[in-house]
T-cell receptor, first 113, second 115 residues
Framework: AQSVSQHNHHVILSEAASLELGCNYS??????LFWYVQYPGQHLQLLLK??????LVKGIKGFEAEFIKSKFSFNLRKPSVQWSDTAEYFC???????????FGAGTTVTVRA | EAQVTQNPRYLITVTGKKLTVTCSQN?????MSWYRQDPGLGLRQIYY???????DKGDVPEGYKVSRKEKRNFPLILESPSPNQTSLYFC??????????????FGDGTRLSIL
């Protein structure tokens, strides 16, 4: 079974700082990759996804992620965070043609005003 | 409005008392799934369903049952709940297609406490 690793458990930033969250997966075949965000007390929402094409994908709220196949990575970035980006961020992966999503443990991001 | 609706949102109950958490979606999605979310473990899949009458185990199915008699509904059943099933549960749904790249839509979650 594939596994998904998120390197940072908790990240604390000041507003306007840049954010990068790491995500690595273990499966060597073709995968679909997702980043979800969970704001406090809310359900998960899709930030962005990658399944083919340009490895740099842009999502909502100014987030982007880069797929690096050779490193099995799909890191999430945002150049300048806002207080409202305080949330938990989950990386998720599924194998091509398989709908079972494997999630990372999540990274809690706290942005201080 | 497109949504996944779970009920109840919160439940405190006792060991051994059967309970059902309902999940309903109005997007005509074929795929539905249940996850549990525990601190430090992320979301782990309990069961999933590819369509009506088609269900399969996820990573942590022990102690849970599901059914998919109608396309829109996917209830999660705990026949004899135990304290280790205290968790936050999410139902999700999506279309099938695109080789698995369809994003899942999540419900608001159900927080279960088993005493």
């Amino acid at each position: 079974a594939q596994s998904v690793s998120q390197h940072n458990h908790h990240v604390i930033l000041s507003e306007a700082a840049s954010l990068e969250l790491g995500c690595n997966y273990s499966y060597g075949g073709t995968v679909n990759l997702f980043w979800y965000v969970q704001y406090p007390g809310q359900h998960l929402q899709l930030l962005l996804k990658y399944f083919s094409g340009d490895p740099l994908v842009k999502g909502i709220k100014g987030f982007e992620a880069e797929f690096i196949k050779s490193k099995f990575s799909f890191n999430l970035r945002k150049p300048s965070v806002q207080w409202s980006d305080t949330a938990e961020y989950f990386c998720a992966v599924n194998v091509l043609d398989d709908y079972k999503l494997s999630f990372g443990a999540g990274t809690t991001v706290t942005v201080r005003a | 409005e497109a949504q996944v609706t779970q009920n109840p949102r919160y439940l405190i109950t006792v060991t051994g008392k059967k309970l059902t958490v309902t999940c309903s979606q109005n997007m005509n999605h074929e795929y539905m799934s249940w996850y549990r979310q525990d601190p430090g473990l992320g979301l782990r899949q309990i069961y999933y369903s590819m369509n009506v009458e088609v269900t399969d185990k996820g990573d942590v199915p022990e102690g849970y049952k599901v059914s998919r008699k109608e396309k829109r509904n996917f209830p999660l059943i705990l026949e004899s709940p135990s304290p280790n099933q205290t968790s936050l549960y999410f139902c999700a749904s999506s279309f099938i297609g695109g080789a698995g790249n369809q994003p899942q839509h999540f419900g608001d979650g159900t927080r279960l406490s088993i005493l």
